[in-house]
C-alpha cells in the first residue's frame, strides 16, 4: 500500500504532499493539477516498465504522454531538479541480511520502505543524480562524489545509534568507480560487483517493482458498450485503462470460479452476482450477466433487466452510465488484495444517487478486500457519502485522507481536509463544491422579490 508521495518540479506543482490512506480522495477546481498528482504515480510505474534502462523516466507510454522533460518540468525551467520519494507499508515485513557476516546476520527489517531520487536535466533529458532507499534504520544512498560529478559512491546510514552499524565491504582488487542510478530506481549492477554485500539492494529493487506491479489505474475516459464481444479465453490483468477489458475480466473470474462477500463470514456469491449487487444498489439495474451467444462461439454479451419485471436488453440498450460506472466495479472485485487502485472520476455520467451508492463501493473494496483506492472526483454525492459512513462508523476517520487542489497563482497547492469522528469537514475550502446554501438562499429571495411585484 502507498503510505505516502512526496515529489518537486513536476508541471504545475513546485512541491506536492500526499499522506495516503486505505480512501484518499482529491477534490479540487478545473486545472488545479489533480490529474497530475496522478500522472505522477503512473510516471513512475511506467518508467518501472520501461525496457530502456539508459531512461531516466519514461514520459511517453502506454500510461502517460508527457513530452520532454521541458514539457513536464515545472514552469519549463530545465535548471530545476525534480525530488521524489515514495513511501510504501508492505504486506509482509522485508529482511535484509549481511552476507559477509558469518552469522548472515539482519542488518534491516520492517513493513515500511522508501525510496528518494533526483533528476537534474543533462542533455535535455532526465537522468537520475541520486537515489536512496530506508529499511527500518538504515538509509542506502548511491550519490556523487562532489556535487555535478560523474563518479558515484554507495553508503549505508544509520538513524540509530542502538543498532548495530552496517557499511559496505569492497571485494579486494583494483577500486573501479561507480556509474549512477538505473533508470530512477535503480543501483548499477556495479554495486553488486564491486562490493562484497551488497547483493540485497536488488532486494529493495524487487519489492519496488512489485508494489507498483500492484498498482492499477482507470481514466475517466471509457470505451462505450459493445454489443457482443470477442473472448479468447484469457486472463486480463486489470480492466484496461478506459476499461475496455471489463468484459474479459468478468469472465476470467467467472470461468475460475471465483466467489465474493460483501463483509467477513458473509454468504460467499459468484463473481458476476457480486457485479449485480452493486449495479442494483446503485440504483441501475435490477439483473446483470454475461452469456455466451452459442455454445463455442466465444462471443458473449452483457446483459441486464432494468427492473423487476422486465425484459432482458443488452447493455447497450439502456442507460450510457451503466456502461461507465461496470469498470469500476469490476475492477475494484477483480484486483488481488492489498493492491492500489487509482480512479479519476468514477462518478462520470452517473446521477446523485449513484453517485452516492459508488462510495460504498469504494468503503467496501477498501475495509474488506483490502484494497487502496485513491481517487480523483468532482462529485459532491460520494464526498456526502463518504462523511456518513464516518458518522455512522462504517469506517475509520484514520481509513480516509482527503485533499483540496487549487492552483490560484498557476502553481498548484494542497490541502489536507481535516475530519472528524463524525465525518465533519473542519477546514472547508471557500468554494470547494460550490455553494448550495446560497444558490438556494438567493433563489428564494428571488421568488419573494418577484411576488411582491407580481401582486402591485
Not at 145 to 161: D, I
Not at 272 to 289: N, V
Request: with cysteine; aromatic share 8%.
Amino acid at each position: 500500500m502507498l503510505a505516502s508521495l512526496y515529489f518537486t518540479n513536476f508541471k504545475s506543482w513546485a512541491k506536492a504532499d500526499l499522506v495516503c490512506s486505505r480512501i484518499t480522495g482529491i477534490f479540487g477546481t478545473n486545472s488545479s493539477g489533480k490529474s497530475s498528482l496522478i500522472q505522477f504515480l503512473l510516471l513512475m510505474k511506467q518508467t518501472k516498465d520501461a525496457t530502456d534502462r539508459a531512461v531516466s523516466l519514461e514520459l511517453n507510454g502506454d500510461l502517460v504522454q508527457l513530452g520532454t522533460i521541458k514539457d513536464a518540468i515545472h514552469q519549463h525551467d530545465e535548471t530545476l531538479s525534480i525530488d521524489f520519494s515514495l513511501a510504501f507499508k508492505l504486506e509482509h515485513s522485508l529482511s535484509l541480511s549481511d552476507p559477509s557476516n558469518k552469522k548472515s546476520a539482519v542488518i534491516a527489517e520492517g513493513n515500511v520502505l522508501s525510496i528518494s531520487s533526483t533528476l537534474d536535466v543533462q542533455n535535455k533529458a532526465p537522468t537520475a543524480t541520486k537515489l536512496s532507499y530506508s529499511l527500518d534504520h538504515l538509509t542506502f544512498e548511491l550519490a556523487p562524489k562532489v556535487q555535478g560529478g560523474t563518479q558515484f559512491e554507495l553508503k549505508a546510514k544509520s538513524t540509530s545509534e542502538a543498532k548495530t552499524d552496517f557499511s559496505f565491504l569492497r571485494t579486494p582488487g583494483r577500486v573501479w568507480q561507480l556509474p549512477g542510478p538505473v533508470k530512477s530506481y535503480g543501483f548499477p549492477d556495479q554495486a553488486r560487483t564491486y562490493f562484497q554485500n551488497a547483493g540485497f539492494l536488488a532486494d529493495l529493487e524487487a519489492e519496488y517493482e512489485v508494489e507498483l506491479d500492484h498498482l492499477f489505474y482507470l481514466g475517466p475516459l471509457r470505451d462505450p458498450p459493445k454489443r457482443d464481444y470477442l473472448w479468447a479465453r484469457s486472463r486480463p490483468s486489470d480492466v484496461g485503462q478506459k476499461g475496455e477489458r471489463a468484459i474479459e475480466a468478468i469472465l476470467a473470474a467467472t470461468e475460475a470460479g471465483e466467489t465474493r462477500n460483501l463483509k467477513y463470514k458473509s454468504r460467499q456469491r459468484p463473481f458476476q452476482e457480486m457485479i449485480a449487487h452493486w449495479l442494483r444498489e446503485m440504483g441501475l439495474i435490477e439483473s446483470f450477466r454475461v452469456a455466451e451467444i452459442a455454445e463455442g462461439s466465444n462471443r458473449w454479451q452483457a446483459r441486464v433487466k432494468t427492473s423487476v419485471g422486465a425484459s432482458e436488453v443488452l447493455l447497450t440498450d439502456v442507460g450510457f452510465g451503466i456502461s461507465q460506472v461496470l469498470p469500476v466495479i469490476t475492477l475494484l472485485q477483480y484486483v488481488p488484495e492489498g493492491s492500489t487502485v487509482i480512479l479519476e472520476q468514477p462518478e462520470i455520467h452517473l446521477h446523485p444517487l449513484a453517485q452516492s451508492g459508488l462510495a460504498d463501493l469504494i468503503i467496501q473494496a477498501a475495509t474488506h478486500r483490502n484494497v487502496q483506492i485513491i481517487l480523483e472526483s468532482h462529485s459532491e454525492h460520494l464526498l456526502l457519502r463518504l462523511q456518513r459512513r464516518l458518522a455512522e462508523e462504517a469506517i475509520k476517520p484514520h481509513d480516509v485522507k482527503l485533499y483540496f487542489c487549487d492552483a490560484p497563482k498557476g502553481t498548484s497547492i494542497l490541502m489536507p481536509l481535516e475530519v472528524d469522528l463524525y465525518g465533519n469537514i473542519r477546514n472547508w475550502p471557500d468554494k470547494f463544491m460550490g455553494d448550495a446554501f446560497n444558490e438556494v438562499a438567493a433563489a428564494e429571495l428571488k421568488r419573494i422579490e418577484r411576488r411582491r411585484q407580481d401582486s402591485r
